[in-house]
């Protein structure tokens, strides 16, 4: 049998840090790359006699995610103790939520390329806390504990396993996680590690209806490593299944090197952790008037901004999905909309320019380095013919090294875009006698000779000729030797 005898089945468990100042269950900060151990206090690394006490803003950014993400929100909830033992986890047992999380049966709604949506159910959103992080030391031989993590506050996502190809894992994970960003309740940093997923996949044959075994790939926090692993573990499901063999439910790491999933233990179920309240939280009661309250003041959501771009500026429904799918596009293209006046030019410049340089630099849209405002000054510039198009691309390039006024970047290279008719006029002249096999080609009716001839100009200028002058030069003098 062949892969396309089979179905993939997936849900994802999605962990994201919540960017409140303080951890869960103490006051001690959360900003990321501290020096080791230097955010942390014997409540969060667990001395004996310490009491936790629950942070308030966790529930409200916990509700606030669960309200926009259409789940039902719990008037009465707790939190347990969920008992198991890692090095980096100083309690031996993380407080979380097990039978009654903050938010119960919501959907996220994502859309393929041709238009198609799809409602991805959500189990849960409950509150918990993070775990230590663990050094190793390679040439040591040995690992350090590093708890400044430890007690940082976090949303686990579970969603229903509706999902089927590594496409929509994708899309369900970018629309989660601009979501998010929307409402402020997480940086979704990936690359820091706040928003980060555990994959279960499992295989089964067309046609059955018993779902298979399923194993869990943990902690991975990129969208080319989700897709990569899940291709490789799907292929290695399917090739245990067709030797007449049993996949062993299990949890996995993925080594990006490599490429390929290794075994960390045994996959554990409910029962293994040992839930039970935890006796030093009291529960948490909501009332109608606090969760209302946090309804009303949601921010714009990305399928709201997506339509007011469609109608309000005209964008495509793929260019409009692009940049609302990240709050930090969105905001860079309202903000150089609000300085060149000009949707679809800022429009362009983020789906083609931008992206393409974010892909190369493998960053997100998180780490652009310069603002909006910036970028409109760019669109300006080339508007007004201080540059050309090409030059302003060799700009945007200085941008993402070293943001500054685009005015002062062209400046200080000498990029001024050359418009001196005759100036360019001893360009053209020069092109012309320099290529007369070109010359030829046009006056045989090759309009690509054209093209061919001001590329040569716009060379021999280093990309600072007006292209309009050169253009209309060009055929000015064709005409003549015509």
Known sequence: MSREDYEVIMGLEVHSELSTKTKI???????????????????????????????????????????????????????????????????????????????????????DNEGNKKKIRLTRIHIEEDAGKLNHDEFGGGSLVDLNRAGVPLIEIVSEPDLRTTEEVEQYLKKLKSILEYIEVSDCKMQEGSFRADVNVSVRKKGDTKLGTRTEMKNMNSFRSITRAIEYEVDRQIDILEE?????????????VSGKTFSMRDKEDAQDYRYFPDPDLVAIKLSEEYINQIKENLPELPESRKERYLDQY???????????????????????????????????????????????KEIEPSQIPFTGKQLGELIVLIEKGVISSSIGKKVLEELFKEPKSPEQIVKEKGWVQISDEGEIKKVVQKILENNPQSVADYKAGKEKALGFLVGQAMKETKGKANPKILNELFLEELKKEA
């Open 25 to 111: 269950f103490c006051s001690c900060p959360t900003t990321f790359g501290a020096s080791p151990n230097t955010q942390t206090c014997p409540i969060c690394m667990a001395m004996p006699g310490t009491l936790p006490v629950l942070n308030e803003k966790v529930v409200e950014y916990a509700v606030k995610a669960g309200l926009a993400t259409n789940c039902e929100i719990s008037r009465n909830s707790k939190n347990d103790r969920k008992n198991y033992f890692y090095p980096d986890l100083p309690k031996a047992y993380q407080i979380s939520q097990f039978d009654k999380p903050l938010c119960e049966h919501g959907y996220v709604e994502i859309e």
């Open 244 to 256: 007449g063999r049993k996949v062993e439910q299990e949890t996995l790491r993925w080594d990006d």
């Open 314 to 360: 005209k964008l495509s429904q793929k260019d409009a999905r692009i940049i609302t799918s990240s709050k930090y596009l969105s905001n860079l293209f309202e903000e150089a909309i609000a300085e060149c006046n000009n949707p679809k030019a800022a429009n362009n410049w983020i789906i083609s320019d931008i992206s393409r340089i974010l892909n190369e």
